[in-house]
């Protein structure tokens, strides 16, 4: 084996087992056959940069780079297809998320994502009372690009909004709070004992 070759295998085999560490459910990634049936599956599957099957075979090439800061993980809106379909049932949707979240982790996802903000601001909307507050979230939307912006969105979307509101969706009253779990403070600690797990199996792991 040359020098060369030798250097290849050594940067491969480094990645592959970084991902087997690091992602959640990435030791799955070398049992990828490259069927594609993930990329036919996916209901985004021709917006991605590279579909799932790609992004394996990447890790499996040793394309550290061009794997983390790539906005394909980013696409990904969990409906599980891909998971229902693979013939070797990879959990693909989690292999995803968990670079995603990998790549933040590391400060090397894409910049300006908005799949990546939007994700953001779901999840912090949330976490607040532990159930979405429609409200909140849509003005977080129609608002991000500043406030002419802001409200041409709102008024192009007043229809849906009467809709949420007929159908109990959404109440003026939840700018100032909203519907939440009956146990917000137990959703609390369950969530940082999560976080706290999840601190110390990045300090094991030294990532």
Same mark, same amino acid.
């Given at each position: 084996?040359?020098?060369?070759?030798?250097?290849?295998?050594? =940067?491969?085999? /480094?990645?592959?087992?970084?991902?087997?560490?690091?992602?959640?459910?990435?030791?799955?990634? *070398?049992?990828?056959?490259?069927? %594609?049936?993930?990329?036919?599956?996916?209901?985004?599957?021709?917006?991605?940069?590279?579909?799932?099957?790609?992004?394996?075979?990447? !890790?499996?090439? %040793?394309?550290?780079?061009?794997?983390?800061?790539?906005?394909?993980?980013?696409?990904?809106?969990?409906?599980?297809?891909?998971?229902? +379909?693979?013939? $070797?049932?990879?959990?693909?949707?989690?292999?995803?998320?968990?670079?995603?979240?990998?790549?933040?982790?590391?400060?090397?996802?894409?910049? /300006?994502?908005?799949?990546?903000?939007?994700?953001?601001?779901?999840?912090?909307?949330?976490? +607040?009372?532990?159930?979405?507050?429609?409200? $909140?979230?849509?003005?977080?939307? =129609?608002?991000?690009?500043?406030?002419?912006? %802001?409200?041409?969105?709102?008024?192009?979307?007043?229809?849906?909004? $009467? /809709?949420?509101? *007929?159908?109990? +969706?959404?109440?003026?009253?939840?700018?100032?709070?909203?519907?939440?779990?009956?146990?917000?403070?137990?959703?609390?600690? !369950?969530?940082?004992?999560?976080?706290?797990?999840?601190?110390?199996?990045?300090?094991?792991?030294?990532?």
């Amino acid at each position: 084996m040359s020098t060369n070759t030798a250097m290849v295998e050594k =940067y491969r085999n /480094n990645f592959l087992k970084e991902v087997e560490t690091n992602v959640e459910e990435g030791e799955w990634v *070398k049992m990828c056959m490259q069927c %594609g049936v993930c990329a036919g599956s996916c209901p985004l599957g021709n917006a991605w940069e590279h579909p799932p099957q790609e992004i394996f075979m990447m !890790i499996r090439a %040793g394309k550290r780079e061009d794997v983390l800061t790539s906005d394909s993980m980013w696409m990904c809106t969990s409906c599980y297809s891909c998971i229902v +379909r693979c013939p $070797r049932e990879l959990p693909i949707t989690h292999i995803m998320h968990g670079l995603a979240h990998y790549a933040k982790r590391l400060g090397i996802q894409p910049k /300006n994502n908005p799949t990546q903000w939007f994700s953001e601001v779901f999840w912090n909307n949330m976490m +607040r009372k532990g159930r979405v507050n429609e409200l $909140r979230l849509g003005l977080s939307l =129609y608002f991000r690009n500043g406030f002419l912006s %802001g409200i041409r969105e709102s008024l192009k979307n007043a229809g849906l909004g $009467r /809709n949420l509101m *007929k159908a109990k +969706r959404m109440s003026p009253m939840e700018f100032f709070g909203g519907h939440g779990v009956k146990d917000a403070s137990g959703l609390q600690k !369950i969530i940082n004992k999560a976080q706290e797990l999840e601190a110390a199996r990045i300090e094991r792991h030294g990532k």
